[in-house]
């Protein structure tokens, strides 16, 4: 059974930056694809960046050139470095294993002055 663990969210200021991690367990994670979604208040679910077994990666146009995401495969670990960050940032922040359709309990990222 996958099971992912999000931490690292929290409260930023405009400008500012935050990174989450997501610990995986249960998984091949060096084979994986691995993502990171965000929901706002009344908003769908969506995709802000994802990252392949060989590093390539993808970004919302949202958050592309502010977001980074990266992975360590001898930590079952996947990050997303977030800077510049806005008030329309402000979502819950969800990790998925895009390969095994898991997800983890998301974590709040607040972005306000």
């Known amino acids: 059974q996958v099971k992912l663990v999000e931490s690292g969210g929290g409260s930023a200021q405009p400008g500012g930056s935050l990174r989450l991690s997501c610990a995986a367990a249960?998984?091949?994670?060096?084979?994986?694809?691995m993502g990171w979604y965000r929901q706002a208040p009344g908003k769908e679910r969506e995709l802000v960046a994802s990252?392949?077994?060989?590093?390539?990666?993808n970004y919302a146009d949202s958050v592309k050139g502010r977001f980074t995401i990266s992975r360590d495969n001898a930590k079952n670990t996947v990050y997303l470095q977030m800077n510049s960050l806005k008030p329309e940032d402000t979502a819950v922040y969800y990790c998925?294993?895009?390969?095994?359709?898991?997800w983890g309990q998301g974590t709040q990222v607040t972005v306000s002055s």
């Open positions: 249960g998984t091949i994670f060096s084979l994986n694809i």
């Open positions: 998925k294993d895009m390969i095994m359709g898991a």
């Open positions: 990252i392949r077994s060989g590093d390539s990666t």
